[in-house]
């Protein structure tokens, strides 16, 4: 009897460990309406940021600013119309900066953040600078406008810099090496 019921046991044993475990029923279910309502917040933001920077546009008479095609604004201090030579991927550029938020208040002044030496499209840097460092020539300064998500959008720059600030920066391109096409 002892046999038989170690036996029995030993057979429980078996079967129950072949068993394929069952898909449990998740405990929450999210139905997507967080993901909706950030991108309705977003949506938001980006009409009211864009609305202050039209505002800011529309008091600043004395300039002519011009939207870029990477959603932020920007008018000339010093342009260049005989250099036709603007920075490619992989070049390196030298510029002069500062940032500003959008109504003048210094943030990091030039002598804090100049000269600034970047490999276009190869380093880290704002999108917004990124951008425009693209439409420059060599002795251009251009004042850029950026909305926060040009600039250091939600996370800020662990810094100065807090959340969703939209930002003023004027720039001076010092020199352009250009990449060595192989």
């Known amino acids: 009897m002892r046999k038989f019921f170690s036996a029995f046991i030993i057979f429980v044993f078996f079967v129950s460990a072949c068993k394929t475990p069952e898909a449990r029923e998740p405990v929450k279910q999210f139905s997507g309406s967080f993901i909706k309502e950030s991108v309705e917040r977003n949506k938001k933001r980006y009409q009211e940021e864009e609305e202050i920077i039209r505002q800011i546009i ?23 119309t005989v250099n ?15 940032i500003n938020d959008v109504f003048g208040n210094s943030i990091y002044k030039k002598e804090v953040l100049s000269p600034k030496s970047y490999l276009i499209n190869k380093e880290e840097l704002i999108s917004g600078l990124r951008d425009g460092l693209k439409l420059m020539k060599v002795g251009e300064t251009i004042t850029f406008l950026f909305p926060s998500h040009k600039a250091h959008g939600y996370y800020g720059d662990t810094d100065k810099i807090g959340v969703n600030i939209m930002l003023e920066s004027t720039v001076t ?10």
């Not at 529309?58 to 260049?80: E, L, M, P, R, V």
């Not at 030579?85 to 070049?91: A, E, L, M, T, Y």
């Not at 391109?173 to 192989?182: C, F, P």
């Open 58 to 80: 529309q008091n600043d008479s004395t300039a002519t600013y011009i939207a870029s095609k990477s959603g932020f604004w920007y008018k000339y201090i010093i342009k260049d």
């Open 84 to 98: 036709t030579i603007k920075p490619k991927d992989g070049d390196l550029v030298v510029f002069d900066y500062n």
């Open 173 to 182: 391109l010092k020199s352009i090496k250009q990449q060595i096409e192989n």
